[in-house]
């Protein structure tokens, strides 16, 4: 079972990165871009088993580990 | 002063620390290996030194901040024993919440590695007393993720309960946008815990502490840290 | 496995001559299968066997009394006193880092790093040679870019300083940029590792990251079970896990502090296959190896692919029997993977095996003996005709040497060393800026008061006029660095950059630096103990200007008597040490010949070894003596370049009264020159004690520099200086 | 109109970060996880305009700037 973990900023924490990439696309041409935000995803290959168990551990993962909640977010998708 | 050091897997600042820690106390620091829970009790201060724990891979910090060892210092702090972060170490007390906020990535986005000017935001600590208020330390950074952020109410208490410990500022001491080498907010530097018993900090005193080195503006926290241990 | 069949077009695939692989049939007797030819076509690849290369190799000076370890192992060694020794070498990565300059350059400084500590040294400073296209080529912004931040993120993550290097640009390196990489570590001298395998039986043990497909050479073409299914058997580019690197670092010096290793060879070039040839050759010995307990990161990997992977943070080892259970401790301590993988044997030959069934069985030493070596054809270059000073154009100095300072030879490198972390460790005694770096020598009982110097160095322009002056000047350059700050200068090690050898004009210059080379460490007692050689820098036709680039580092006994280039104090007197007596005289090839001139040509300026050597031993004697604290060689940009440098170091500006206001006086590039200031009061003894080497030229003071009654502000000399980098990568 | 770009390694191709995690994971116990690859996402904020010109123009910025090919591989999502 795979799960997918996307990672965000929250919105209203400044993204370097983001920015950056907003700043360089623009210097390329690429004039249409308004903004831009970098996130992470993290995939997780799983021994198989219950979805919503698995759900569980993917979202004590992220409390545990994955995520800093003090400037991220996240959702989880899972497959298979 | 007993004084321990947390050596995680990707720590590369530990014997550095220690030098200093050693010049100052005149004894070794024991080297504490990450994986042990057990801290002794009597340790006057746990010092978690600069780095890329675990190649910081995830998020600066983050997995070092789950350690073992950092259960007991969590315990050690909440027991008032004094706990310094530099850089990395930083890093990890904020992903351990033993810090609040955290930091992001520099805002230009490179390393950088060079001398900064800080000015010194209070004396009312363990660590900082034997620096002049307002004084201006010349105290290199390295870092790719030294840019502090924190919510509005994390920033008025962390301002009310005057503990900003540093700020990064011009050599005259002036607190602009132009000194702050890496976006933080407020161009803060280095933070006190509520109980003002835990420093987290950008900035490496121990590499400006050895007039060999270049400088001894760093020595002053080793300096305050002795006297109020000892 | 299915078997593949070894077509001519395989065999080609491998890089092997018809006549090569004649020899690959005579020492097996039989035809290879697909794994053997694998091991064949590394083996005596260029890289691993300096086929057209050793020949001249072999005439480079590698012997003083201080050397411990020459050329041959996986760095060289040089004494340098109270029991300890330095280990350093230096290594190209430049085609990876051209195809994925973040990645390229990582690896490329991971890779250095192993050769020394496999041979017990803890890694203490790393330095950098870069060469790049034209500033405006459209590739080099971001090639500068990637490679900066992959030297960075490596060193920074395993924490060893980066203190030092070098970066010049030229159109020469638009399709071929160079990313030389320099280790420097300090190991006690009675324990030291090599990898010279003994004791039959005695176990090999592999440690480090897992192995996958990384960068596999011809393997597209050979693997059986290559074809349209598998995109994902594409061999990959390298990926650098400087995390990893760190861990190992760590766990081979805690197991190094025991007793129990035999030899020790990390995985660099063409990884297993090289590594344990290597070993087993060296010791005469044999090996037998069970592929299939090689911890592995990916899916049905083949021996092919295992012996060929270039899977990086890997080291393979030699145990004492019975000894593995230690081992094994300390690596799993660390985190990192850990597998007895085979054993020694007598029969002089390599034996591998896949779960049981031999799968490879070739003899070592003939392997080894019969690597092909090449005397290829060479042509010397033509002489350069001299430069008539009386055709170059004269501008007001004072705009010659604005436009020089902010030239991309000349520009600040700042912005590149403020993104290395150059103080970790603690003992940076020297940062980036000066001539030389110095880190203080901390040895495993502690601080001391003394301290290596180190120094990259190579003048590309002069080598491509005149490859034996180019060697010359690049040793004589780099032991004057280690001179200017007050060193004794040691060994070097060497990366030798060239174009395609097989070009009887390319390998002409090949030779020709070798030549030069020669004379200045024989000359200076400066030994090469290590090196590398980079051939085939060539696209469509073009080949890279000469770059043998040079790695100096030298030892200073007493920290309190050193010297950097920041003038110190308002009211020194500037005095010259060396050169001709009158003013310097040579243009061509100079940096104000090519950025005011807009001219390349040229005979550049000749290197007197003898007065190099008196020269360079007078300026160290006054800073060991603690007369002189303020020193700086004479070299890119000549005189003034010299001077402004030491201004705006210092934050203190000069008046020259002792030098004519013409190009070739003020920036012409003689040789054996260097700047001190002392204190005024110093100044007449100073002078009456060096005789005619020596001449003031001027004094410290103001914010500007002063000449003829005219006059240039530090901060203009700053601006265009600190400037031209950050712009170009626009940061600024 | 928003863009969204997933950027992910080549299979085959080393994954530190991706190890790392996967490691610590482990070693907080949770012992159902077999492997771990780390990837990003850009979110890119676009003037409203054409699907099939957005896409094209998007893709176009990956090759420019967003996507590393030599390692990396990616997917563009448009939304709105
Ligand atoms: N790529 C680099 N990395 C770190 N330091 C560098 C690099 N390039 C140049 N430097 C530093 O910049 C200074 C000037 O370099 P260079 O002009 O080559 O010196 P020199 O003329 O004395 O050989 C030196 O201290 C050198 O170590
Ligand atoms: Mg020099």
New binding site residues.
């Given amino acids: 079972m795979k799960a997918r973990v996307h990672v965000t900023l929250k919105s209203g924490v400044l993204d370097p990165q983001g920015k950056a990439i907003a700043q360089a696309l623009q210097a390329l041409g690429f004039d249409g871009v308004k903004d831009a935000r970098q996130g992470k995803v993290i995939e997780l290959d799983l021994e198989d088993g219950d979805t919503s168990a698995a759900q569980a551990r993917v979202d004590e993962m992220c409390r545990q580990l994955l995520v800093n909640s003090v400037i991220e977010t996240y959702r989880v998708e899972l497959e298979g | 002063m007993k004084a321990a050091v947390i050596v995680f897997p990707g720590s590369n600042c530990d014997r550095d620390v220690a030098v200093s820690l050693e010049r100052t106390t005149g004894r070794p620091p024991l080297m504490h290996w990450h994986a042990d829970a057990d801290l002794p009790e009597d340790l006057d201060l746990i010092v978690i030194p600069g780095g890329f724990s675990y190649g910081d891979y995830l998020r600066s910090g983050a997995m070092a901040a789950r350690s073992a060892a950092m259960a007991g210092v969590r315990t050690a702090a909440a027991k008032g024993r004094a706990v310094l972060g530099i850089c990395n170490g930083f890093q990890v007390l904020c992903e351990a919440g033993l810090l609040p906020g955290a930091l992001m990535r520099n805002r230009s986005l490179h390393y950088i590695c060079r001398d900064v000017y800080l000015r010194v935001e209070t004396t009312d600590s363990i660590f900082t007393g034997h620096y002049a208020p307002a004084q201006v330390a010349r105290i290199p950074i390295a870092h790719h993720d030294g840019n502090y952020v924190a919510d509005l109410a994390t920033h008025c208490a962390l301002e009310d309960e005057d503990r900003i410990a540093f700020r990064y500022c011009t050599p005259a001491g002036k607190v602009t946008d132009d000194a702050n080498p890496n976006g933080s907010l407020d161009n803060i530097a280095g933070i006190l815990s509520e109980e003002r018993n835990v420093l987290g900090l950008m900035p490496h005193p121990e590499r400006l502490a050895d007039p060999r080195l270049g400088g001894t503006d760093g020595q002053p926290i080793f300096a305050s840290l002795m006297e109020a241990l000892s | 496995m299915t078997a593949v069949e070894i077509t001519p077009a395989v065999i080609a695939e491998h890089g092997l001559n018809a006549e090569e692989y004649a020899r690959v049939l005579e020492i097996l007797g039989r035809e290879p299968n697909i794994t053997e030819l694998g091991i064949f076509s590394v083996m005596w690849s260029e890289h691993c066997s300096y086929k057209s290369s050793k020949k001249w190799l072999k005439t480079l000076p590698t012997t003083a009394p201080w050397v411990i370890q020459g050329p041959g192992e996986n760095a060289g060694i040089v004494d340098i006193g109270d029991g300890l020794t330095a280990v350093f070498k230096m290594e190209s990565h430049n085609h990876p880092s051209f195809i994925e300059p973040y990645q390229g350059a990582a690896t490329g400084v991971g890779g250095i790093l192993r050769d020394v500590f496999t041979m017990g040294a803890r890694p203490v400073a790393n330095?950098?040679?870069?060469r790049f296209g034209a500033p405006d080529h459209p590739k080099t912004r971001h090639l500068i870019a990637g490679v900066?931040s992959g030297?960075g993120g490596y060193g920074n993550c395993v924490g060893v300083p980066?203190?030092?290097?070098?970066?010049n640009f030229h159109p020469g390196y638009n399709g071929n940029i160079l990313v030389n990489a320099m280790t420097v570590g300090i190991a006690p001298a009675d324990r030291i590792f090599y990898s010279k395998a003994s004791g039959i039986g005695n176990p090999v043990v592999y440690v480090g990251s897992k192995t996958g497909r990384d960068g596999i050479h011809g393997a597209t073409m050979a693997s059986a079970e290559f074809n349209a299914d598998s995109e994902e058997k594409r061999p990959t580019v390298q990926v650098g896990d400087p995390f990893t690197e760190k861990l190992l670092i760590e766990a081979c010096l805690e197991l190094m502090d025991t007793d129990v290793i035999v030899a020790i060879q990390d995985m660099g070039a063409a990884g297993l296959t090289s590594s344990s040839f290597e070993m087993a050759s060296k010791g005469g010995l044999g090996v037998e190896l069970a592929l299939d307990t090689v911890p592995m990161r990916e899916e049905g990997m083949t021996p092919y692919e295992l012996m060929l992977s270039e899977s990086q943070e890997r080291m393979l080892m030699v145990l004492e029997p019975g000894k593995e259970p230690v081992a094994e401790a300390i690596f799993r301590k660390w985190g990192l993977d850990f597998a007895v993988i085979g054993r020694l044997t007598d029969t002089g030959r390599m034996v591998l095996t896949w779960h049981g069934d031999t799968v490879a069985d070739l003899p070592i030493d003939p392997l080894a003996e019969a690597a092909p070596e090449y005397d290829r054809p060479w042509e010397p270059s033509p002489a350069p005709a001299p430069v008539d000073p009386a055709s170059v154009p004269t501008v007001p100095w004072t705009e010659a040497l604005v436009t020089l300072m902010g030239s991309p030879?000349?520009a600040?490198?700042?912005w590149?060393?403020e993104q290395?972390d150059?103080m970790v460790m603690g003992d940076t005694v020297?940062?980036?800026?000066?001539?030389?770096?110095v880190v203080r020598i901390h040895g495993p009982a502690g601080l001391t008061d003394r301290g290596l110097a180190m120094?990259?160095?190579c003048t590309p322009r002069y080598g491509s006029a005149d490859p034996v002056l180019g060697g010359t000047q690049a040793v004589v350059?780099?032991w004057?660095?280690l001179t200017?700050v007050g060193a004794r200068p040691l060994a070097i090690t060497d990366n030798m950059n060239f174009g395609n050898p097989e070009k009887p004009r390319i390998m002409g210059q090949f030779v020709g630096a070798c030549q030069g080379i020669s004379a200045a460490c024989l000359a200076l007692d400066f030994p090469v103990v290590s090196g590398n050689v980079s051939l085939y820098n060539e696209t469509e036709g073009q080949a890279i200007p000469p770059t043998p680039t040079i790695g100096g580092v030298g030892v200073l006994d007493d920290l309190d008597r050193m010297a950097t280039?920041a003038f110190k104090a308002e009211g020194d007197a500037i005095l010259l040490i060396g050169g001709p007596a009158g003013d310097a005289e040579c243009l061509g090839r100079t940096l104000y010949l090519r950025e005011i001139a807009g001219r390349e040509d040229g005979a550049p300026p000749p290197v007197d070894l003898a007065e190099e050597r008196r020269v360079g031993d007078t300026v160290r004697g006054l800073i060991q003596s603690g007369r002189v604290t303020t020193c700086?060689?004479v070299?890119?940009g000549g005189l003034l370049v010299a001077i402004a440098?030491m201004a705006l170091a210092g934050g203190i500006g000069a008046t020259l009264d002792g030098v004519t206001d013409t190009p070739a006086a003020l920036f012409g590039e003689d040789q054996g020159r260097y700047i001190v200031a002392v204190p005024e009061a110093d100044a007449a003894a100073v002078l009456s004690d060096l005789g005619s080497v020596a001449r003031r030229i001027g004094s410290t003071g103001g914010n500007a520099l002063t000449l003829g009654g005219v006059s240039v502000p530090l901060a203009t000399l700053c601006d265009a200086h600190e400037g031209w980098l950050p712009r170009l990568m626009g940061d600024a």
């Fill in positions: 330095l950098n040679a870069l900066v030297i980066t203190v030092g290097g070098e970066v030879d000349l600040s490198r700042r590149i060393w290395y150059h020297q940062r980036p800026g000066g001539d030389a770096a120094t990259t160095d350059e780099a004057r660095n200017a280039v700086h060689d070299s890119d440098e």
